[in-house]
């Protein structure tokens, strides 16, 4: 049964978006694979915590759009696919890209958990700029990770039709976020569209195509980028 539970998702990312470009490269590294931009990179960068045993590739689309707009952005490479297991990972981009001057964490599911579970760390405290910002994907804070008095911005992007993720649950952990979060819910919506991965157990039935819900989250994550980018001092 735990060989099962392990078993990881397929990803089902179109491959040109993992392939380099003019205005782009793309590089394995410690952290995970990044997409860094080669003209005009911005200072403030990307890193996406997966949801579990997906694949970091199943979150292609979102990294590409980040670097083309000119984010240093990487997929986070976590053991057997499970960011809980090292929710620190955006040190390791954070020291492999100095030029970063701040980051934002975007996390799917438990990749969210785990993303805001690091953010009330000691690893976090050591390394401030590491988390400027949180993407919650279908995700929220758990019970140990109290973000309410953080001064980061959060945006947090639900689905109509997540059957993973309740809305009791969201609203639940609506009180550990800072005050001013930002929540949004894509109608239509379900769980596994967040990524390409395929139809996950247990999910809602999407009323939309898959790339219509990600181009939602692509504007979500530029929009809180751009406001990081903008609060950092020129």
Do not use: C
Not at 49 to 73: K, Q, W
Not at 87 to 105: G, L, S
């Amino acid at each position: 049964m735990a060989v099962f539970y392990l078993r990881p998702m397929p990803a089902q990312e179109d491959k040109s978006l993992l392939a380099p470009s003019p205005a782009l490269s793309v590089v394995k590294g410690p952290a995970g694979l990044a997409f860094v931009p080669l003209a005009a990179a911005k200072r403030s960068g990307l890193i996406v915590y997966g949801g579990p045993r997906v694949p970091p590739e199943a979150y292609a689309y979102l990294a590409r759009a980040a670097a083309e707009a000119g984010y240093t952005s990487v997929l986070a490479s976590m053991p057997l696919d499970f960011a809980i297991l090292s929710p620190a990972q955006v040190v390791k981009a954070a020291e492999a890209y100095p030029e970063v001057a701040r980051w934002v964490i975007a996390g799917h599911s438990l990749g969210g958990a785990a993303a805001a579970s690091f953010v009330v760390s000691k690893a976090a405290a050591k390394a401030p700029r590491a988390a400027s910002g949180l993407l919650l994907l279908a995700s929220y804070p758990g019970k140990g990770a109290d973000l309410s008095t953080k001064s980061l911005p959060v945006v947090t992007v639900s689905a109509s039709r997540d059957a993973l993720t309740s809305p009791s649950e969201l609203a639940a952990a609506r009180s550990r976020l800072p005050a001013g979060s930002r929540s949004v819910e894509i109608s239509g919506g379900n769980h596994a569209q967040f990524g390409e991965y395929g139809p996950q157990s247990g999910d809602g039935l999407a009323e939309i195509p898959g790339p219509t819900q990600r181009r939602a989250v692509v504007e979500e994550a530029l929009a809180l980028l751009d406001r990081v980018e903008a609060g950092i001092e020129k």
